[in-house]
């Protein structure tokens, strides 16, 4: 989150939500005191709290702010290994737990129930004129399933579960210039945790689709509290004021958006997939009410609104194509198209307003965030694999991919400094296939790894010389760096 203060009043609203997050521990003790009243169980209201609870915990890893996330962590780095190895080009494939993710109308073709889960590691060097930008190593754990519906259905539709677990607690809350050059795709494109489901029939022989609904929970969160403006401005207390002190509280609300996924076999060597998922748009308003003491004969109310975008996966549109060209040899072919026009600006924008003439003369006005003007792009992706079996009851696979990213981010000739460029992605992996010991499951365990390798080219931004002086920017900077990420996932069939 980004803004721009210019008071000594308005530094002390920008820096609440970090205040908040820094003493969270210590916002029970306003609470101590009051008369807790006791009503009877709503059992259904109970578990709703609880599941919604549980949820929240999940998507939020225990954290009541989280840093603004673009993009999702499948979308750059693969669900399973075996996808991520064949260069996320999966949408005509999708037979495995990451397929409520690349294609929900692939699911109903599946016949076994499956579940898999994974590890993957990601470790990013991005450098701004040659000097590494600090960003952290991130790990997680993606995981799924995938029932065939029997009975009437008779194996003919299916449903589909994916997810993304992050593998440490991410806290993380800033407020930097609006100006400031940041990394901010990759800065956040792994901190995202995710829910995905789907839903999937065959309708004839050869055509099969699905639907299904990405979540993420929200946290519309409100904050009542006391100040001593005098104090914030002087750091002397008013006399005879009331103490300062403050009430944090979080609503858990729910986004769901849909996604949906089709795919054509037109012979048992050749299918064609398509695959929408829509934005998904997060934001986040801290609503404040403070009684200022001071700077009127009477304390007075100044009304607080923070609000920013703190999460946005752009709308896709996905085809993909796959071809056996031999009968162990598979070549997947993925165009993807990216709405990044919608992109909204992560920089927080603060209202403020007071009935008191006078404390209205000291509250700055903060225009809104301009717009990024950020540009819809066209990716591609291409993997292969092939099968042969080296030694009698294991089946082998090895696997390779690539992948070419634009970069939506216009050159940054202007005051704003988002730094990206266009990518080349490398993977390859391996797949082993063998039988479970002491007959665990009946179907044999498929164990897959993979490596990928993100290569950032370098890229020169000058600015224009009506840019102010002292811009972080100017005269001008060069991107480039490379991201390293590897995993494993396993795969049991029953």
């Known amino acids: 989150m980004v803004t721009s203060c210019q ?17 969270r521990r210590d916002l029970s003790r306003h609470r101590r005191d009051r008369q807790i009243k006791t009503r009877p169980m709503n059992w259904a209201t109970t578990f709703h709290r609880l599941l919604a609870t549980g949820f929240f915990l999940f998507t939020f890893h225990l954290s009541p702010f989280t840093s603004t996330v673009w993009a999702g962590p499948f979308d750059d780095f693969g669900v399973g290994s075996r996808d991520a190895a064949m260069g996320g080009a999966y949408t005509a494939i999708a037979d495995d737990f990451s397929g409520a993710y690349y294609n929900p109308g692939a699911l109903s073709l599946i016949k076994e129930s499956s579940f898999g889960f994974g590890f993957t590691y990601t470790h990013p060097r991005l450098y701004l004129n040659s000097q590494e930008s600090r960003i952290e190593n991130v790990t997680g754990t993606p995981f799924g399933f995938i029932v065939p519906l029997r009975g009437i259905f008779k194996e003919k539709a299916a449903i589909g579960f994916s997810g993304f677990m992050l593998g440490s607690l991410i806290y993380d809350v800033a407020m930097p210039p609006l100006n400031q050059p940041d990394f901010a795709l990759d800065r956040h494109r792994l901190r995202q945790q995710i829910l995905m489901f789907a839903a999937s029939a065959q309708i004839f022989p050869f055509l099969s689709v699905g639907a299904g609904a990405q979540v993420q929970a929200s946290i519309p969160s409100s904050v009542s509290m006391y100040l001593d403006a005098p104090f914030l401005l002087s750091g002397q207390p008013t006399p005879g004021a009331p103490p300062s002190g403050y009430d944090f509280g979080v609503d858990v609300a729910y986004i769901i958006t849909p996604t949906a996924g089709l795919l054509i076999k037109f012979s048992p060597r050749f299918k064609i997939g398509f695959t929408f998922r829509d934005s998904l748009d997060m934001r986040i308003k801290l609503k404040s009410s403070e009684i200022a003491s001071g700077l009127s004969a009477s304390p007075q109310t100044l009304d607080i609104m923070v609000a920013s975008h703190i999460l946005y996966t752009p709308r896709q549109y996905v085809l993909g194509t796959a071809v056996d060209i031999l009968p162990d040899l598979t070549a997947a072919f993925d165009l993807i198209r990216t709405d990044w026009s919608g992109f909204p600006n992560p920089s927080a924008h603060i209202s403020l307003s007071s009935p008191d003439p006078v404390l209205n003369q000291v509250l700055p006005s903060v225009p809104p965030p301009p717009d990024p003007n950020f540009s819809d792009t066209l990716s591609q ?49 391996l797949g082993i296939a063998f039988p479970a010991p002491w007959s665990l499951v009946a179907k044999p365990i498929e164990a897959n790894f993979h490596l990928r390798y993100q290569l950032l080219a370098k890229r020169r931004v000058v600015k224009l010389g009506t840019v102010p002086a002292d811009n972080p920017g100017q005269p001008g900077y060069t991107i480039d760096g490379d991201i390293f990420s590897g995993g494993l996932s396993l795969n049991l069939s029953f």
């Not at 008071?7 to 003493?23: K, Q």
């Not at 092939?386 to 940054?412: E, M, V």
């Open 7 to 23: 008071s000594p009043v308005a530094d002390a609203f920008c820096s609440l939500p970090i205040y908040l997050s820094r003493h």
């Open 381 to 429: 992706r291409f993997g292969i694999e092939y099968r042969l079996n080296l030694i009698p009851k294991i089946k082998t696979a090895i696997r390779a991919g690539y992948g070419w990213s634009p970069s939506p981010i216009p050159d940054q000739t202007g005051e704003s400094n988002f730094l990206d460029s266009d990518r080349h992605t490398f993977s390859g992996g």
